[in-house]
């Protein structure tokens, strides 16, 4: 018998895989608990630039487009997809778009793809389509700087709509925005926001979306809860990679001074920073900054922690530090919070939508002397927090019926409920 639940592919480019398992962890746990509703399908898109002889061998064979299954449960599937691109098909792309954007000069837009390049990717997103062998109800591209142009293309070929959603900075950095990706932004149904932030990102860039709806990111509170371990010495967490936009540097100059301004014992817990790869960069380097300041006779340092693991650090805390300069609304802090920890965090953006004074407090993006000082007034107890009201805040703002509430109600909108199907 035919399932009755609606069907949603979700594009991703930012997925955990057996080389990588820590990045984009929380896209599959967010696609996990949508998989409740819907029936889910991931699939995490690798475009590879391969050079002549070898992309022809690919292509006659049928290679060039490599899926493979990486998961498969009731209502959620997963795969991993290697689509190869001719070494030519770039180097002329990237010619006739330096030409068009001298020629033209549009604003906002720094590469513009060739009529080839467009149909390449329609061609073998067909075939991509054929291999997956199913008709989805909507297309749901979850990290749309990597993939709102596929997504657009997968639901224009079967007549769908599609949504988006972004996380990463905007633009990412390093990086400039494409006329394909610009079209496939406000050709989208709905964009779903994670944070107010996030939309200012957008808008900046002279991207009109069709529509905007704020629902932030998906926090399991019944795995994230407020459930404090005994320890003596006030301990100040920060889990992070080491990415320059993390600004370690910061944390160190906060805690190196904290060491100055009080008497007060603490430790610090550092983790996180090398469990991404690809994404951290110079460890050695951060070690070394560590091994060398004030409090490194008081702190841990653990590279990676797994996802099962994480509430148990969480609790073994007193309060999370965050000190980045751009985040899109940082899903580690949301975690710490909805495991009761106050948040400590410089206006990155994401975080001014649930810290107030009741759940933690936010300083300048460098202003360390800020953030040492409200770290020293906790530990002198002159500021204090409920534990169990910053869960509360979280449960409510981000917990995992709401987003799935909101969630529902705007894809539903769309492609019709799903309680109507059965």
Same mark, same amino acid.
């Given at each position: 018998m035919p399932s009755s639940r609606k069907s949603i592919l979700v594009t991703a480019?930012?997925? +955990?895989?057996?080389?990588?398992?820590?990045?984009?962890?929380?896209?599959?746990?967010?696609?996990?608990?949508?998989?409740?509703?819907?029936?889910?399908?991931?699939?995490?898109?690798?475009?590879?630039?391969?050079?002549?002889?070898?992309?022809? @061998?690919?292509?006659?064979?049928?290679?060039?487009?490599?899926?493979?299954?990486? @998961?498969?449960?009731?209502?959620? $599937?997963?795969?991993?997809?290697?689509?190869?691109? +001719?070494?030519?098909?770039?180097?002329?792309?990237?010619?006739?778009?330096?030409?068009?954007?001298?020629?033209? @000069?549009?604003a906002g837009i720094g590469s513009i793809d060739t009529k080839s390049d467009r149909k390449f990717w329609r061609k073998h997103i067909d075939r991509?389509?054929?291999?997956?062998?199913?008709?989805?109800?909507?297309?749901? @591209?979850?990290?749309?700087?990597?993939?709102?142009?596929?997504?657009?293309?997968?639901?224009?070929?079967?007549?769908? +709509?599609?949504?988006?959603?972004?996380?990463? +900075?905007?633009?990412?950095?390093?990086?400039?925005?494409?006329?394909?990706?610009?079209?496939?932004?406000?050709?989208?149904?709905?964009?779903?926001?994670?944070?107010?932030d996030k939309i200012r990102q957008i808008l900046m860039q002279n991207v009109h979306l069709k529509s905007i709806e704020y629902i932030g990111n998906i926090i399991d509170t019944d795995k994230f809860r407020y459930e404090p371990q005994p320890h003596e010495v006030t301990s100040f967490l920060i889990v992070a990679a080491n990415s320059f936009y993390k600004n370690y540097d910061l944390f160190i100059k906060t805690m190196n001074r904290l060491t100055k301004i009080t008497d007060k014992p603490f430790s610090v817990i550092i983790a996180?920073?090398?469990?991404?790869?690809?994404?951290?960069?110079?460890?050695?380097?951060?070690?070394?900054?560590?091994?060398?300041?004030?409090?490194?006779?008081?702190?841990?340092?653990i590279p990676a922690v797994g996802r099962d693991e994480i509430s148990a650090l969480y609790n073994r805390a007193d309060a999370f530090v965050m000190t980045s300069i751009q985040e899109g609304q940082p899903v580690a802090p949301l975690e710490a919070a909805s495991c009761g920890l106050p948040i400590f965090s410089t206006r990155c953006g994401?975080?001014?939508?649930?810290?107030?004074?009741?759940?933690?407090?936010?300083?300048?993006?460098?202003?360390?002397?800020?953030?040492?000082?409200?770290?020293?007034?906790?530990?002198?107890?002159?500021?204090?927090?409920?534990?169990?009201?910053? $869960?509360?805040?979280?449960?409510?703002?981000?917990?995992?019926?709401?987003?799935?509430?909101t969630f529902t109600r705007i894809v539903d909108s769309l492609i019709g409920d799903t309680d109507e199907q059965r």
């Open positions: 480019s930012w997925y +955990p895989t057996k080389e990588n398992p820590f990045a984009g962890s929380f896209f599959k746990e967010q696609c996990e608990l949508l998989s409740r509703e819907y029936d889910v399908t991931v699939l995490k898109l690798n475009p590879a630039v391969t050079l002549g002889i070898k992309y022809l @061998g690919k292509r006659i064979t049928g290679k060039d487009i490599a899926l493979v299954n990486i @998961g498969e449960h009731e209502n959620f $599937h997963e795969y991993e997809c290697v689509v190869s691109r +001719p070494l030519w098909y770039a180097l002329i792309n990237n010619a006739y778009s330096r030409f068009m954007i001298k020629r033209k @000069g549009i991509l389509a054929a291999k997956l062998g199913k008709k989805y109800d909507l297309v749901y @591209g979850t990290s749309a700087q990597g993939t709102a142009q596929y997504a657009k293309l997968f639901a224009d070929r079967s007549g769908v +709509p599609y949504i988006l959603s972004e996380h990463s +900075p905007f633009p990412i950095p390093g990086t400039s925005m494409c006329d394909t990706f610009k079209e496939a932004m406000e050709g989208a149904s709905s964009f779903l926001a994670i944070s107010n996180g920073y090398d469990a991404n790869k690809g994404y951290a960069q110079n460890v050695e380097e951060l070690i070394r900054k560590i091994n060398e300041s004030d409090f490194s006779d008081r702190v841990e340092m994401g975080v001014e939508d649930y810290v107030d004074d009741e759940v933690g407090r936010v300083v300048g993006i460098l202003d360390y002397e800020a953030l040492s000082d409200h770290l020293k007034d906790y530990l002198e107890g002159k500021i204090s927090f409920d534990g169990n009201h910053i $869960h509360e805040v979280i449960e409510l703002k981000y917990g995992t019926e709401v987003f799935i509430k």
